[in-house]
């Protein structure tokens, strides 16, 4: 058996989906299913159980495992309680590293690019002490990830037992399929979605930098598919060990990602540019992007798709039909 924390939310979901595909019905999932329909996201599946999260660590004592995939916390960049997210983003996480390593279970986490903050430290992959110690996340979402990456490391330095294989995952702009419950949280693409297919106006921030065009800003978008080879592919390759970027490791504008939404409805682009609300201008992020030479050179090959081929096949698999679930 394997277990997805998080497994009815946006990559939890689709990596259950890939289990499912690659054969495997022995899967639990540990997550909170709301009333916000996140079950639809499971509503295809093959489960071997649905855990309570406050239910886990009774579920978890004297079962055997063939790995965690931890996806489950708390991802709202806007989330302000932290007592609430300190517990679930980084305390649950520490349970788990320690129970995965006294049952010498393999444990693939998942970490964020929001731990680069705004992104002056660059964005490498450096899972040393040293390296961690320098960055600066710029809200409690990304601080939560990177305490736990900062305790992984610790154990590393000291020289403490670990789990048989772990892998920590910085997630870049992931968008694809079974997003829909994340509010304001869903990619630009899904939330502009309806109104790109209506012919509604799109609007889109303005620069507020010199030398950055209007709607301009750049982020490694990846699609979700992506995302879920590399987990597979770490769950077939049990030599790896380590904390590596998942992006594209190539940025591309907000404009670029709506106009192949345009693109592949085949639509004539329509879209303005408003000003960024004060409050968030001292503080956005006008760049990200990946350095993905270190999951190259753990032996990933599994490439990453084009940002016009993968906002087509989202739009035409998934958010142009009746049945946007995967």
Partial sequence: MLLVTGGAGFIGSNVVAALNDAGRADVAVCDFLGHDGKWRNLAKRQLADIVPPAELTQWLSGRKLDAIVHMGAISETTATDGDLVIETNFRLSMRLLDWCTVNSVPFIYASSAATYGNGEQGFRDDASRDALKKLRPMNL??????????AVAERL???EKMPPQWAGLKFFNVFGPNEYH???????????????????????????RDGIADGDQRRDFIHVDDVVRVIMWLLATRSVNGIYNVGTGKARSFRDLILAAYGALGARPNIEYIDMP??????????TQAEVDHLHGAGYNGGFTALEDAVGHYVRDFLDRPDRYR
């Fill in 182 to 208: 994340k509010g304001a949280m869903m990619s630009v693409l899904a939330r502009r979605f309806d109104d790109i297919r209506s012919g509604r106006v799109v609007q889109l921030f303005k620069s507020h």
């Fill in 157 to 159: 330095a000291q020289g």
């Fill in 141 to 150: 979402y990304g601080w939560s990830k990177h305490l736990f990456d900062m």
């Fill in 278 to 287: 004060e409050q968030i201008r001292g503080s956005y992020q006008y760049f």
